[in-house]
């Protein structure tokens, strides 16, 4: 009967409703307006637009894999293994799509020393568990640092460099001047400088903290995941 196919129609509507998070407004006015068919109808293309969305989402996963592989490559790095230090040190505080992200921006701002972005990470987590501020925001300011020389935005987390000093010691030790350095031994010398001076200075005080911040920063990336 009607009534039947009607009752059938409005269950897939309510399971399609469930599905797409919801119908909007416009689309409950649809339903109002031209009953069960109306609601099939709407709960259809919510379904639809639901579906090409998650195939959107997972080409945009291709295209920062596929980009993070060919730069990690281009600088004579295994990409497969990288990949897994990368996302190893960030121990599920970002999405991995975002670590891999800034770990291809590293790639290229980093030159010769992009080899050391696990290790700045983990640097990177010492910090912003010690301080409780943002990983993320943390790792961008210390791959700075290294990239530029930028001392001042080491300020913030306490860390007072003398770089003339280190420049100077570092070409004593090779037997030139300082200013012969190359900016990819100066980088060299500051992506040092940061894996020394952080252990130092962070490593005892990011152990004795309640680790409540990463456990909500974990849960807030798998809520995302999970979109």
Wanted: proline share 2%.
């Amino acid at each position: 009967s009607f009534d039947e196919k009607g009752s059938g129609l409005n269950k897939l509507a309510e399971g399609t409703e469930a599905v797409s998070g919801g119908l909007t407004s416009m689309a409950q006015a649809a339903i109002r307006a031209t009953g069960p068919i109306g609601a099939a109808t709407a709960g259809v293309a919510a379904l639809a637009a639901a579906t090409f969305k998650m195939a959107l989402a997972g080409e945009q996963v291709n295209a920062v894999n596929l980009q993070f592989a060919n730069i990690a490559s281009s600088a004579g790095l295994a990409a497969d293994s990288f990949k897994q230090s990368i996302i190893g040190a960030t121990q599920g505080l970002i999405d991995d799509e975002d670590a891999l992200q800034i770990a291809t921006k590293g790639i290229i701002a980093l030159g010769d020393q992009a080899s050391k972005l696990p290790a700045i990470l983990d640097a990177s987590r010492s910090v912003s568990r010690g301080l409780g501020k943002d990983f993320k925001s943390t790792f961008e300011d210390l791959s700075s640092f290294v990239e530029n020389g930028n001392a001042r935005v080491l300020r913030q987390f306490g860390i007072v460099l003398d770089l003339d000093k280190a420049y100077a010691n570092a070409a004593k030790s090779i037997g030139v001047a300082s200013s012969a350095l190359t900016e990819q031994q100066k980088q060299q010398i500051r992506a040092n400088l940061i894996l020394d001076e952080v252990p130092k200075k962070f490593d005892a005080a990011s152990q004795s903290v309640t680790p409540l911040k990463d456990a909500f920063d974990r849960l807030k990336v798998s809520a995302s995941n999970s979109l």
